[in-house]
C-alpha cells in the first residue's frame, strides 16, 4: 500500500463495502419479504461480511458499521415474528450460529438474542451472558469494539433492571451489573490493545484514531450510570471497584484519563462523594503521563457544584471528611508523579482551594492549609517563570478574595503572603493591585497594626523596589498608577481606637520609607493627612476627657499629638531630601496648622522652621518661589497659636523673602498679602492696622517701581493692575475698620491709577478690573447704611 | 430406439414392497449414477417384511427355473420353485431379525450398500434380475464414559494454547463445546478456525487407500488474542452431512472424523493440531 494515496483509497473501500452491504441487503429484502428465513439468513451473513474488511480507519469503519445496524433492524424486526419464519425463536438461536464466519455469526446472534431476551422465553441474564461471552470470538480491536458496541446497544433497553420487565427470579440488577461490566472490561481491553498494533511511526496517528473510539468504550459507563438499581452499596461493593481495577491495570494513558473522567461524570455525586476513599486511591496508581490534574479538577468541580447545590448535602461532606481526604490524595499524586510540571501542581491546588472554598467558605485554616501546601512545593525553587503557572498562583491568590470580598480575611491567611512571594516581580505587582482593588471595591477598612503588616507585606512589590529590578525600568504611568492605589489604600487603615491607631500609622511609616525616591512624593502625603486626621480626632478625644474630669487622664490617650508630630516631621524631612521640597513644604504647612490647632505653639513653630528652611535652600525656582510663599502667608495668616515674640518672626521672615522675590510684580503682591498677617478678620485675632498700612504702602511703593521699570524698558507705562489690585486691598481693610486706612489715601490711590490710566490705553484688562472696582465704591456709596456713609467721602 | 429397447424389454415387470413400507422412514441415498432415491431404514435386527410381485407382460408366458431373494451376499429365499408363470402373481418374504451390523455408507472410495435381489432362474436365457436398495442405519446408546479432550501445545517461545473440547464422542445432531485459552501468544494471529475432517482408509497393507475430506470449516476467533485470551468454541455439528465413526468395517474400510484446530497468522502461515474425535448415532 502507498501511504501517498491511502485517504483515497480509503475511500474507494469504504465505497465498495457500503456496496456491498446495499448489494446483499437488497436480496435480504427480498427474502425478508418472501418470509424465506432460510435466504434471509443467507443474506444477512454476507451483507455482514462487509463487517470483516481490516482496511478502513476507526471513522470510516463507523460509516460502514452504522449502514449495517439499520439493516440489522430489519432484520430484528422479522426475526420477532415467528408466525413470519415458523421457526420458535430457541430454534432460531442455534440456527444462526451455523454461520461459519465468525463476524456475522456474532452479530446475527445478537441480534437474535435481543429477540430472545424480548420473547421471555429464557431468562436474560443467561443470554445476555451467553453473549457477551461468545462475543469473545472477535479479537480484532475494532471489529470488537464495533461488534460489543452493537451488543450493548440492543440490549441497553433489555437488562433486568430493578422495576424493568426483565426484572425476575432469577434475573436482578446484579446480573445486568455483571453484564455490562463484563462488557466494559472486554471493551476497553480491546481498546488499549489498539495502541500496541501496527509499526511504530504511524502512532500518532493510531492513538487519535483510538481517541475516536472513546465513547464506545464510555457508553458502557453510561449505561451503569443509568442502571436504576444501581445503589450506593452496590456502586461502592462492585461497580466502582471493578470499573477502577480495570482502569489501572489496562495501565493505558489515553484509557485512563478518558476512563477517570468518564466516571466523575457519570455517576451521582452523591456516590462520588461516599466512595471517595476509593476513587482518589485508585489516582496515585495511573501511569505518570496521565493528566490527573484535569480529572482530579473536574471531580473537584463537580463535587463542589454538588456542595452548592444544597445546604442539606453539606453535613456528608463533612461527614466523610472529603477535604482532608482531597488534600491527601492531591499529595500523593503530586509526590507519585515527580515529573508533573508545576503548572499542574498549582492547577490542583487552584481546584482544592476552590473545592474548599465552596464546600468549607468558614474553614479558613484549609485554605491556608492549601496555600501552606503549594508554598512547600514552589519553595526552594527559583521564581516561577511559567506563564501558565503564574496565571494558576495569580488563581489561587485571587479565589480567596473573591469568595470572602474581604481582604481582612486573607490577611489571617499566613500562607498567604509566602505564595506571592513565589510570583515574579510583575505578577506579584499585579497581584498587589488586585489586592488593593479588592479593598477599595469593598471599601474593606483595615483596622489592626497586624493586618496591616500583614497587607504591606503582601503588596510589597508596590511598596519598595524588589531585588532586580529597578523603577527606571517600569512604565512611568503604571507606575503613577500603582503608588496611586498605595495612596489610596492608606486612607483605608484605620482604627477608631488611637491606641491601634498610632500602631497603624507607626506601621505604615516603617514601610513606606523604604519606598525611595520615586514612590515617597505618592505615599508620604496620605500618610501626613491619615495622621492628622488621627491627631484631630486625638484632639477631640483629650478635650472630651477634660470636660468629663477636668484634667487629662494620661493613660487614656496613648500617644500625644507630639509624639505624632515629631513622627511627621521625620517622615517630612524624608521626603524633602528626596527632591521634592515643594510637596514637604507644603505638608510642612499642614502640620503646622494641624499643630497649631493642638495648641502645639513649639511644633507649629518648628515646622514653620522647617518650611522657612526649606524655602531658603530647597526652592530656587521663581516661580516655585511665588506659590510658596503665598502658601506659607496664607498658613500664617490662619494661625493663632503663636506668642508675640514667634508671630513676629515668622511675620517678619515672610514678609522679608516677599519683597527678595525676584519679579518686582511678585514682590508687590507677596508684599501687600503679607499686610493680612497683622489683620485677622477674628474676635481675638492681631489687629495692628500701622503694619497694615506699611504693607501696603510698601506695595505700592514696589507697584511704582515696576511701573518706571517698565516705563525704561519699554518706552511706555505698564498697566496698572497692580495699583487696582492694591487698591483693593486697600477697600478691604478699609471696610474691617482698619482707622489706618482713610478714605483720602484711597481717593488718593484713585486718582493716581486714573492718571496712570490716561497715559496708557492699552490694557483693557485693567482698565476693566478698575471700573468695576470704582462702580463698587459707588454702590457702597449708594446703598447707604454704615458702610454707605463711610464710603460716602471717600471721593471717586 | 423404442423398439429396440422393446425387443429386450424384459417379459414380466418385477417389484418389490414392504409390508411397512408406508410407515417405515425413508432416507436418501445417492445412486452410482448421481441421482439420489428416497430408501426405507432399517436397522440391525429388524425384521424385514414384503413382498415381490411378478406381472408377465400381457399375453406372454414366462417360463422359470425358480424365482428366489436374497438379501444381498447373507440370506436366500426361495419363492417359488420351477414352473410357469401366466399371470402376476406376489411372494410374500420375511427376513427375521436379520444381523446388519453395519451401516450402509456413501464414500469417496467404498460403498457399503443392502440390497434387496428377486432372481428369477430361466434356461437357455439370462436371469431375470431386480435389486431394491435400502439403507441401514445402527444407534448407539449414550457412552458411559465420554472424557473430554484437553492438551496444551505449542511452539517454543511463540505460542502456547491450550484446548478443551467437552467430549471426545460426539453424536451426529450434537454440539462440540470447549475453548481455547492462549498461554503465550507472540506471533500475529489473523484468525483461528475449527475443522471437521473426515478420513476414510480402504484396503489394507500396501493397499491401503486414504482420503480426507473437510467437511466443515467454522471461524472461531478473528483477529490476534493476547496472553491470557480464553475464546468459546461452540461448534453445531447438525449443518453437516456426518456419519458415525467405523472402525474397520468388515476389515475393509475405516471412516474416522477429526477437529483440526487452526491458526493462521498474518503472514498466512498455518499452525494447526488435530484431534479425534468418536462420532456416533443416537438412539433419538
Known amino acids: 500500500m502507498l501511504v501517498g494515496n491511502g485517504i483515497e483509497d480509503e475511500e474507494k473501500w469504504l465505497a465498495e463495502g457500503i456496496a456491498g452491504i446495499q448489494h446483499h441487503a437488497f436480496y435480504m429484502h427480498r427474502a425478508l419479504d418472501a418470509n424465506n428465513l432460510r435466504e434471509t439468513l443467507k443474506y444477512s451473513a454476507q451483507m455482514l461480511s462487509e463487517l470483516r474488511t481490516s482496511k478502513l480507519s476507526p471513522h470510516k469503519y463507523y460509516e460502514l458499521y452504522m449502514r449495517a445496524f439499520d439493516e440489522l433492524r430489519k432484520l430484528e424486526m422479522f426475526f420477532k415474528e415467528e408466525s413470519k419464519h415458523g421457526v420458535s425463536i430457541v430454534d432460531l438461536y442455534e440456527l444462526v450460529q451455523h454461520a461459519g464466519n465468525i463476524l456475522p455469526r456474532l452479530y446475527l446472534l445478537c441480534t437474535v438474542g435481543s429477540v430472545y431476551i424480548k420473547s421471555k422465553e429464557a431468562p436474560a441474564r443467561d443470554v445476555l451472558k451467553d453473549l457477551v461471552e461468545m462475543c469473545r470470538g472477535v479479537q480484532h480491536p475494532i471489529r470488537g469494539l464495533f461488534l460489543r458496541s452493537y451488543l450493548a446497544q440492543v440490549s441497553r ?46 502512532r500518532e496517528k493510531r492513538e487519535k484514531e483510538r481517541s475516536e473510539l472513546r465513547d464506545l468504550v464510555g457508553k458502557n459507563l453510561h449505561v451503569l450510570g443509568q442502571i436504576e438499581g444501581v445503589d450506593l452499596e452496590m456502586y461502592k461493593g462492585t461497580v466502582l471497584p471493578r470499573v477502577l481495577e480495570q482502569v489501572v491495570n489496562c495501565k493505558d494513558e489515553l484509557a485512563q484519563y478518558y476512563l477517570m473522567d468518564c466516571i466523575i461524570q457519570v455517576f451521582p455525586d452523591e456516590y462520588h462523594l461516599q466512595t471517595l476513599e ?57 509526590e507519585t508523579q515527580v515529573d508533573m510540571p508545576i503548572v499542574g ?21 484549609y485554605v491556608d492549609q492549601v496555600l501552606g501546601a503549594c508554598v512547600k512545593k514552589l519553595s526552594g525553587k527559583p521564581k516561577l517563570e511559567d506563564n501558565r503557572a503564574t496565571k494558576q498562583v495569580v488563581a489561587l491568590l485571587t479565589a480567596p478574595l473573591e469568595k470572602y470580598n474581604d481582604i481582612v480575611t486573607a490577611l489571617t491567611l499566613s500562607n498567604y503572603p509566602r505564595v506571592m512571594d513565589c510570583l515574579d516581580n510583575g505578577t506579584n505587582k499585579a497581584m498587589a493591585m488586585v489586592i488593593i482593588q479588592s479593598i477599595m471595591n469593598n471599601n474593606t477598612c483595615i483596622s489592626t497594626a497586624d493586618k496591616v503588616e500583614v497587607l504591606f507585606e503582601l503588596i510589597k512589590g508596590l511598596i519598595k523596589d524588589l531585588d532586580g529590578t529597578s523603577v527606571d525600568e517600569l512604565d512611568e504611568e503604571d507606575f503613577k498608577d500603582e503608588q496611586n492605589s498605595v495612596a489610596r489604600l492608606i486612607h483605608m487603615l484605620y482604627n477608631d481606637d488611637p491606641e491601634e491607631m498610632l500602631k497603624i500609622i507607626y506601621t505604615v511609616k516603617k514601610h513606606i520609607m523604604s519606598g525611595g525616591p520615586q514612590r515617597l512624593p505618592f505615599t508620604v502625603p496620605p500618610l501626613i493627612f491619615s495622621a492628622l486626621r488621627y491627631v484631630g480626632y486625638g484632639l477631640q478625644l483629650v478635650r472630651r476627657l477634660q470636660c468629663q474630669d477636668g484634667d487629662v487622664v494620661g493613660e487614656e490617650v496613648p500617644a500625644t499629638p507630639k509624639q505624632i508630630f515629631q513622627l511627621l516631621n521625620q517622615t517630612i524631612d ?61 498658613t500664617l495668616q490662619r494661625m493663632n497659636v503663636f506668642g508675640v515674640e514667634n508671630r513676629d518672626t515668622l511675620t517678619h521672615k515672610a514678609t522679608g523673602y516677599s519683597a527678595k522675590l525676584l519679579k518686582k510684580p511678585d514682590q508687590c503682591r507677596a508684599v501687600y498679602a503679607c499686610s493680612h498677617l497683622f489683620w485677622v478678620d477674628d474676635q481675638d485675632g492681631i489687629k495692628d492696622g500701622e503694619r497694615v498700612l506699611l504693607c501696603l504702602k510698601r506695595a505700592l511703593r514696589i507697584a511704582n517701581a515696576a511701573q518706571q521699570m517698565i516705563a525704561v524698558t519699554r518706552g511706555r507705562s505698564g498697566p496698572v493692575t497692580l495699583f487696582v489690585e492694591i487698591l483693593n486691598k486697600y477697600l478691604y481693610f478699609f471696610e474691617k475698620g482698619n482707622p489706618q486706612i482713610t478714605t483720602d489715601a484711597i481717593g488718593g490711590l484713585v486718582e493716581l491709577i486714573t492718571t496712570e490710566m490716561q497715559s496708557d490705553s492699552t490694557t483693557v484688562a485693567s482698565d476693566a478690573f478698575f471700573s468695576s472696582t470704582v462702580r463698587y465704591i459707588q454702590f457702597q456709596k449708594e446703598k447707604g447704611g454704615a458702610l454707605g456713609e463711610k464710603y460716602a467721602s471717600i471721593k471717586v | ?42 436397522q440391525s435386527q429388524e425384521n424385514i417384511v ?70 428369477i432362474s430361466r434356461n437357455y436365457v439370462s436371469n431375470i434380475v431386480e435389486h431394491q436398495d435400502f439403507v441401514v442405519q445402527n444407534y448407539t446408546p449414550l457412552p458411559s464414559i465420554n472424557n473430554s479432550i484437553k492438551m496444551e501445545v505449542g511452539i517454543e517461545d511463540c505460542l502456547h494454547i491450550e484446548f478443551e473440547y467437552n467430549k471426545s464422542k460426539y453424536h451426529l445432531k450434537d454440539v462440540i463445546l470447549g475453548k481455547i485459552y492462549f498461554l503465550l501468544v507472540r506471533i500475529k494471529i489473523k484468525n483461528m ?32 488474542p493476547v496472553r491470557g485470551e480464553s475464546i468459546p468454541v461452540r461448534l453445531f455439528l447438525s449443518p453437516y452431512e456426518l456419519t458415525p465413526t467405523y472402525r474397520n468395517i468388515n476389515n475393509k474400510f475405516s471412516v474416522k472424523y477429526y477437529l483440526n484446530l487452526v491458526l493462521v497468522d498474518e503472514e498466512d502461515r498455518r499452525y494447526f493440531k488435530q484431534q479425534e474425535i468418536t462420532v456416533y448415532r443416537l438412539e433419538t
Open chain 2, 193 to 224: 478456525e475449527l475443522e471437521i475432517r473426515r478420513r476414510e482408509s480402504t484396503g489394507s497393507g500396501p493397499n491401503t487407500y486414504v482420503e480426507t475430506e473437510t467437511l466443515a470449516k467454522f471461524e472461531l476467533m478473528d483477529g490476534g
Open chain 1, 157 to 202: 433497553d433489555k437488562l433486568p433492571d430493578l422495576g424493568s420487565e426483565y426484572e425476575g427470579d432469577a434475573d436482578t440488577v446484579v446480573d445486568a451489573v455483571d453484564f455490562v461490566l463484563q462488557n466494559f472490561t472486554e471493551m476497553n481491553k480491546l481498546w488499549v490493545r489498539m495502541h500496541y498494533q501496527g509499526p511504530g511511526q504511524i
Open chain 1, 574 to 634: 524624608a521626603l524633602s531630601s528626596v527632591s521634592s521640597p515643594e510637596l514637604a513644604l507644603r505638608l510642612y504647612l499642614q502640620c503646622a496648622e494641624a499643630a497649631g490647632a493642638c495648641d502645639l505653639e513649639p511644633i507649629a513653630y518648628e515646622f514653620f522652621t522647617q518650611a522657612f528652611v526649606l524655602y531658603e535652600e530647597e526652592i530656587a525656582d521663581s516661580k516655585a518661589q511665588v506659590t510658596a510663599i503665598h502658601l506659607i502667608i496664607g
Open chain 2, 1 to 42: 430406439m423404442n423398439f429396440i429397447v422393446g425387443a429386450f424389454k424384459p417379459p414380466c415387470i418385477v417389484s418389490i414392497s414392504f409390508a411397512d413400507g408406508r410407515t417405515r422412514k425413508q432416507v436418501p441415498l445417492k445412486k452410482e449414477n448421481g441421482h439420489t432415491v428416497m430408501v426405507p431404514l432399517f
Open chain 2, 50 to 119: 414384503g413382498e415381490v410381485l411378478i406381472e408377465p407382460i400381457h399375453g406372454k408366458k414366462l417360463e422359470h427355473t425358480g424365482v428366489k431373494i436374497e438379501l444381498l451376499g447373507q440370506i436366500v429365499r426361495e419363492l417359488d420353485v420351477p414352473g410357469e408363470l401366466y399371470e402376476k402373481k406376489t411372494y410374500p418374504f420375511e427376513f427375521s431379525t436379520v444381523e446388519m451390523p453395519y451401516e450402509s455408507y456413501n464414500g469417496v472410495n467404498v460403498r457399503l450398500r443392502y440390497i434387496l435381489k428377486v432372481t
Open chain 1, 278 to 334: 476509593t476513587l482518589l486511591g485508585a489516582f496515585p496508581q495511573l501511569q505518570p503521563t496521565v493528566d490527573i490534574k484535569t480529572v482530579l479538577s473536574r471531580l473537584m468541580d463537580r463535587l463542589s457544584n454538588y456542595a452548592a447545590s444544597s445546604i442539606e448535602v453539606l453535613p456528608e461532606f463533612l461527614q466523610v471528611e472529603a477535604f482532608a481526604k482531597l488534600s491527601n490524595a492531591i499529595g500523593r499524586v503530586i
Open chain 1, 345 to 365: 501542581v498549582i492547577a490542583l491546588y487552584v481546584s482544592l482551594l476552590t473545592f474548599t472554598l465552596r464546600v468549607h467558605p468558614e474553614r479558613l485554616d
